[in-house]
């Protein structure tokens, strides 16, 4: 793995009719930086926060078989704090680059990333493949320390800065 495993994994089936398989969603990446309360700012301000998230297949065929990856996604780097850091009296401080990701009874992949984006990852054409298309995000404006959370017909997402939920 090219970056530290910062977060918890998540299992769930990935897909739909031939291409549904069990998936492990690995969250990847540099750790954000602490505050240096000499500098009054983040001590790893310039740094670009590298992070990935790794689909590993699981054949359920062999026990005790981890599994093979499946892909990756790295995502954009992020410079500076977390977002929203610099415009709260209190910092967020996540503790991971991404969140605890949640897989949905559909197969949509979503996480929060410290840069402020709540991520989906959907296999729209169910080719058991993910393309640029597939993956998409909303701007919270303010880094996420929890995982998102399905609920029937609601998703809800707590980045540091409040709650928003998704009814469907």
Request: proline fraction near 10%; aromatic fraction near 10%.
């Amino acid at each position: 793995c090219q970056y530290p495993t910062n977060g918890p994994p998540s299992v769930g089936v990935f897909g739909r009719g031939k291409t549904a398989a069990y998936l492990v969603v690995v969250p990847t990446g540099m750790p954000p930086s602490s505050p240096d309360p000499s500098m009054g700012v983040f001590a790893g301000q310039g740094d670009a926060h590298m992070s990935r998230i790794t689909l590993l297949h699981v054949d359920m065929s062999y026990p005790g078989v981890a599994g093979s990856q499946r892909f990756f996604i790295d995502l954009k780097p992020w410079h500076g704090a977390a977002k929203g850091d610099d415009e709260r009296p209190d910092p967020c401080l996540p503790k991971a680059a991404i969140s605890g990701p949640t897989i949905s009874g559909d197969g949509s992949i979503y996480f929060g990333h410290m840069n402020g984006e709540l991520m989906t990852i959907y296999d729209e054409n169910e080719d058991g493949w993910i393309e640029a298309k597939e993956i998409s995000s909303f701007q919270t404006g303010a880094a996420f320390n929890a995982a998102p959370v399905i609920a029937p017909g609601m998703l809800l997402a707590a980045p540091c800065d409040g709650l928003h939920v998704w009814k469907f």
